[in-house]
């Protein structure tokens, strides 16, 4: 089994920066890519941005371009999102997956292995 666990979330002002970090442990005997998405009450689950094992492929969600930034290093098995400039609508809770194999996706429903969320809130 594959375990992921979130980390770096809280409470920060507009304007503020936050990495947050997914640790992946357990059975890791393929490549996966990892991607992060963010829900806020009421509202389904949005893509936020994905990185492929090698790294050498990102996609990010238009609003979150240029200020995220994702990164990985696979020595420790964690994927960093760092986010700069945060906005008030920035805030929710930030999920991290795990999609076994090389390819990536912004599919939630392609990711085999989920963390539980860490929550980001950006308020004055």
């Known amino acids: 089994q594959v375990q992921v666990v979130e980390s770096g979330g809280g409470l920060v002002q507009p304007g503020s920066s936050l990495r947050l970090s997914c640790v992946a442990s357990?059975?890791?005997?393929?490549?996966?890519?990892v991607g992060w998405w963010r829900q806020i009450p009421g509202k389904k689950r949005a893509f936020v941005a994905v990185i492929s094992w090698s790294g050498d492929s990102t996609l990010y969600e238009d609003q979150v371009k240029g200020r995220f930034r994702i990164s990985r290093d696979n020595a420790k098995n964690t994927v960093y999102l760092q986010m700069d400039s945060l906005k008030p609508e920035d805030t929710a809770v930030y999920y991290c997956a795990l999609r076994m194999g090389e390819e990536i996706s912004v599919l939630d429903r392609e990711y085999d292995y989920w963390g539980q969320g860490t929550q980001v809130t950006v308020s004055s």
């Open positions: 357990g059975r890791l005997d393929s490549t996966y890519g």
